[in-house]
Nanobody, 126 residues
């Protein structure tokens, strides 16, 4: 059974950090692009970061560049999103998803992805 399971969300103060994990099973992670997305109440889902199958290429939403870092450990079937200097506007449900191909200029698009996790809540508030 194909699964992507996010964890690591929670409540954090502005300026704080969280590391999200996307644990995968049921497929060979090393064959797929993985993206991180978020959706805030009343807003559309947006792509925030993506990484190709080997980890050698990444892309980021402009508003998270320099604050978020995506990485992957294919041997552990896990992809990570390190989030530093969090801001209240980062509050959202965060999702990971897999895509069968990698196109750097397109990999933040929701429609590039075929399978999704259930999400983890991140709340940034004092």
């Amino acid at each position: 059974q194909l699964l992507l399971v996010e964890s690591g969300g929670g409540l954090v103060q502005p300026g704080g950090s969280l590391r999200l994990s996307c644990a995968t099973s049921g497929f060979t992670l090393g064959y797929y692009t993985i993206g991180w997305f978020r959706q805030a109440p009343g807003k559309e889902r947006e792509g925030i970061s993506c990484i190709n199958s080997s980890g050698g290429s990444t892309n980021y939403l402009d508003s998270v560049k320099g604050r978020f870092t995506i990485s992957r450990a294919n041997a552990k079937n896990t992809v990570y999103l390190q989030m530093n200097n969090l801001k209240p506007e980062d509050t959202a449900i965060y999702y990971c998803a897999r895509a069968p191909r990698y196109r750097q200029s397109m990999c933040l698009r929701v429609d590039e992805y075929t399978d999704w996790g259930q999400g983890t809540q991140v709340t940034v508030s004092s």
